[in-house]
């Protein structure tokens, strides 16, 4: 087997099964693969209308990232981006665990959006 073939043919995105007491049940959360987390980090920005600038959009950013990470015992995704708003309307607490799981598995960091921001040639925006 070639190297390339066993790199590919790897599963190297981890689950975690998460107590949320808040919804009376085990939840499973798996780290996002590359494309997906570009598109998750694509999704936290929006342009500003100053030419090229971008800022960083924190409307549903739990909500956004859990819907992009928690799957069934399968591994299929259970919610969509169309889920977001109604998902964002859960339960702080247990949205904010979820999040920091799938934040952790995924290796995402603060740190990560200032470098989008910063590469984006823009000046971050509170939102």
């Given at each position: 087997?070639?190297?390339?073939?066993?790199?590919?043919?790897?599963?190297?995105?981890?689950?975690?099964?998460?107590?949320?007491?808040?919804?009376?049940?085990?939840?499973?959360?798996?780290?996002?693969?590359?494309?997906?987390?570009?598109?998750?980090?694509?999704?936290?920005l929006k342009k500003t209308g100053v030419k090229g600038?971008?800022?960083?959009?924190?409307?549903?950013?739990?909500?956004?990232?859990?819907?992009?990470?928690?799957?069934?015992?399968?591994?299929?995704?259970?919610?969509?981006?169309?889920?977001?708003?109604?998902?964002?309307?859960?339960?702080?607490?247990?949205?904010?665990?979820?999040?920091?799981?799938?934040?952790?598995?995924?290796?995402?960091?603060?740190?990560?959006?200032?470098?989008?921001?910063?590469?984006?040639?823009?000046?971050?925006?509170?939102?």
């Open positions: 087997m070639s190297l390339r073939d066993e790199i590919l043919g790897r599963d190297d995105r981890p689950v975690e099964v998460v107590a949320v007491p808040e919804w009376g049940m085990d939840v499973r959360v798996r780290a996002l693969s590359g494309t997906a987390r570009d598109a998750y980090e694509a999704s936290c600038a971008v800022e960083m959009t924190f409307t549903d950013i739990r909500a956004r990232l859990v819907a992009r990470s928690v799957v069934d015992e399968a591994g299929e995704l259970v919610f969509t981006d169309a889920d977001v708003v109604a998902l964002g309307g859960k339960n702080a607490a247990a949205l904010n665990r979820l999040f920091e799981v799938a934040q952790r598995l995924s290796g995402l960091r603060g740190e990560d959006f200032e470098e989008l921001l910063g590469n984006s040639a823009s000046a971050p925006a509170g939102s």
